[in-house]
């Protein structure tokens, strides 16, 4: 009886912490040998680590490659568009707004993005301005979607630790944001 009761007890620990946490997971970009981490949060499985395949239109904060293996490439909207690996692609503006009602749009929301608990593991990288000077690294950040505003703009996801705030906003496609990919389904 004792051993039942033990077993149903550990059952129950490991069910519960399975359910609690997201999938993680593990995905090789054959055109450069980058390992990066994946996560399954929802229905979605994301890349849980920022894209960091050098082409053009890509920068490495303060043109410093430690930055780049810190915290993954900036990316024009352009190089944006056409840096995913095959199998994944640049977040749609409703798969970003799925995530973030999924983990919460208030500071849960931020710390769950930020703070590893959901596996998401955001990094505040930064951005590069058209002008080529860099910005706010450490402070904040702010990934692409594949939605277009107009000719010139495009729509992002961004996360501001001093204001606790999780928001969308229309940028010029020349500067320089975070990739986060998402896998094809």
Not at 38 to 54: C, M, P, Q, R, S
Not at 151 to 180: E, Q
Request: glycine share 10%; net charge positive; proline share 2%.
């Amino acid at each position: 009886m004792k051993i039942k009761i033990i077993l149903i007890f550990i059952f129950s620990i490991i069910l519960f912490y399975s359910c609690g946490k997201e999938e993680e997971g593990k995905f090789f970009d054959k055109r450069d040998g980058t390992m990066y981490k994946t996560v399954k949060i929802g229905k979605t499985e994301w890349l849980a680590e920022n894209l960091n395949f050098k082409c053009e239109g890509s920068y490495c904060y303060d043109n410093n490659e430690a930055n780049c293996e810190k915290y993954g490439r900036l990316y024009t909207w352009d190089a944006a568009r056409t840096a995913s690996p095959s199998g994944w692609h640049l977040p749609t503006d409703e798969e970003w707004q799925y995530l973030i009602n999924f983990l919460g749009k208030d500071s849960s929301g931020i710390k769950a993005m930020t703070g590893g608990s959901s596996g998401f593991n955001a990094l505040f990288a930064g951005t590069i301005q058209p002008s080529g000077n860099f910005y706010l690294l450490g402070n904040y950040t702010a990934f692409w979607s594949d939605k277009e505003d107009n000719a010139n703009f495009a729509w992002l996801r961004y996360i501001k630790p001093d204001n606790n705030s999780i928001g969308r906003g229309s940028v010029d496609k020349r500067t320089g944001y975070s990739v986060r990919c998402v896998r094809n389904y």
